[in-house]
């Protein structure tokens, strides 16, 4: 029996629901499957997770005033090395790392020019062109990579709208864990998943 044989098996008994996507999604996933030879279950999966880190805290279902659950997803792509779980995540996150790329010159540009401001006294901010009494700038983001909880905290309270820790490894994100202190990473993660 081939490989390629033995794998539709698999997926046969348990295929991933791609019917409970919207018709846009299904056909690029149906392309990129085509033309890219991107497993379809990882690249929906990936997709999802793109839509989640766009949609954020945006948007909530609310059974009840007590019970509220947010766009979270915790997902990981789990398979053999060389199974092509890298490149759909790639693929699907670019849109949000090119967003993150344009945002950090855009942060960058005014963070020099913030500083300048503040290098000058107050009476000389307004000749020189700049606000009198000038706001630090912070960064717009939707994702972020290898931080401590530390840093989520600040990151997070720049951008309340929520981001998506992307990480290429998991075994990478799960050895990190605790590496600048002696705290609970695994308990931080569970209050972010529950909205915390």
């Known amino acids: 029996m081939k490989k390629e044989d033995t794998a539709e098996k698999i997926n046969i008994g348990n295929p991933f629901p791609l019917d409970v996507l919207p018709k846009k999604v299904r056909e690029i996933i ?70 993150d790329a344009e945002q950090s010159a855009i942060f960058n540009e005014a963070m020099k020019r913030y500083e300048a401001a503040m290098e000058l006294p107050p009476k000389e901010r307004a000749a020189n062109g700049y606000d009198t009494t000038p706001t630090e700038p912070r960064r717009i983001r939707f994702t972020m990579q290898d931080v401590t909880p530390e840093a989520v905290h600040r990151i997070l309270s720049e951008n309340p709208r929520g981001l998506c820790l992307y990480a290429d490894e998991l075994a990478a994100w799960f050895k990190n864990f605790n590496r600048y202190n002696n705290g609970s990473e695994s308990e931080f993660w569970m209050s972010v998943f529950n909205h915390k």
């Open 30 to 99: 149906d392309e990129a499957n085509v033309t890219l030879g991107f497993p379809k279950d990882y690249l929906a999966m990936s997709m999802l997770t793109a839509m989640s880190a766009a949609i954020g805290n945006t948007h909530k279902v609310e059974y009840n005033t007590f019970w509220q659950e947010y766009c979270i997803l915790f997902v990981a792509l789990v398979g053999r090395p060389g199974a092509n779980k890298s490149h759909p995540l790639s693929f699907a996150m670019q849109p949000l790392i090119d967003f």
